[in-house]
């Protein structure tokens, strides 16, 4: 199979008025949307059934509420985009263990004639909303086998960030080992809503063996990671950092769209 495991190391970083680190490892699927039909004729795999890990199609592209599938919902996105269609897609993310999962950012990689076009990056926050973020390849700046792309985030992810804050990518095509690095706000003057956000994984083969191996080294990623996400906030908001309300956000946003 095309399709792998990452084993994956989480680093958040904040560096100005008040410093604080998360790190965690974790692994994830890297996925090829060709081959989500033969997950389930791996032992511990599902799609769209439970198990110990499952794929569902409507944890993905929810933002449009039309519960299709993942690749027919992906094509529904390239068409309004007026992307090139790709001839493969890898998507990167959690699946859910035991029923449950909570991907903070999920990532298409979609290739064509072998080459990475785009990265579409769906971002979710912990009210059930989700956003795409398009990283077009032809945009990016290339040095040292790394892209780079900024972006406006415009999205409410964390109190802790401004929803308007900008973001700068920075990436590798994933291969023996992967990175992803999202930075916020290092465009911004008020250096406090700074924050690095990395992913650096290797590759690992998605196999029984190999599940079971990282399923023993990280139980219960997926409820680590909201339980994570609670705790730091809680560290964050005690350490006195900007604090922005969801629904103070809201009303900026309505207000906004009715000048």
Request: proline residues 4%; positive net charge; charged residues 25%.
């Amino acid at each position: 199979m095309n399709s792998q495991i990452y084993e994956i190391t989480i680093i958040h970083k904040r560096e100005y008025i008040k410093q604080h680190l998360l790190k965690y490892k974790i692994f994830m699927f890297y996925i090829d949307l060709d081959e989500i039909d033969f997950l389930n004729n791996i032992p511990l795999l599902s799609y769209n059934k439970f198990n110990l890990y499952s794929l569902y199609d409507k944890d993905h592209f929810y933002f449009y509420d039309n519960y299709s599938s993942i690749k027919e919902n992906l094509l529904l996105y390239i068409k309004e985009n007026q992307l090139e269609i790709p001839d493969k897609v890898f998507l990167l993310t959690n699946l859910r263990f035991l029923g449950y999962v909570f991907n903070p950012v999920s990532f298409y990689y979609c290739f064509k004639n072998n080459q990475l076009i785009y990265i579409i990056s769906e971002v979710n926050n912990t009210f059930h909303e989700q956003k795409p973020i398009l990283v077009p390849i032809k945009e990016t700046q290339k040095r040292n086998n790394l892209y780079y792309y900024k972006t406006k985030k415009d999205f409410y992810v964390s109190p802790f960030v401004k929803y308007d804050t900008e973001l700068l990518f920075r990436f590798n095509i994933p291969e023996d080992k992967l990175l992803m690095q999202v930075d916020s706000g290092y465009f911004s003057e008020k250096k406090e809503y700074h924050v690095k956000a990395s992913m650096s994984g290797i590759k690992k083969p998605l196999n029984t063996k190999t599940i079971l191996i990282e399923t023993l080294k990280f139980p219960f990623v997926t409820f680590k990671i909201i339980i994570g996400i609670h705790w730091h906030a809680l560290l964050l908001w005690m350490k006195k950092i900007p604090y922005f309300k969801k629904n103070e956000v809201d009303n900026l946003l309505k207000n906004q769209k009715q000048k």
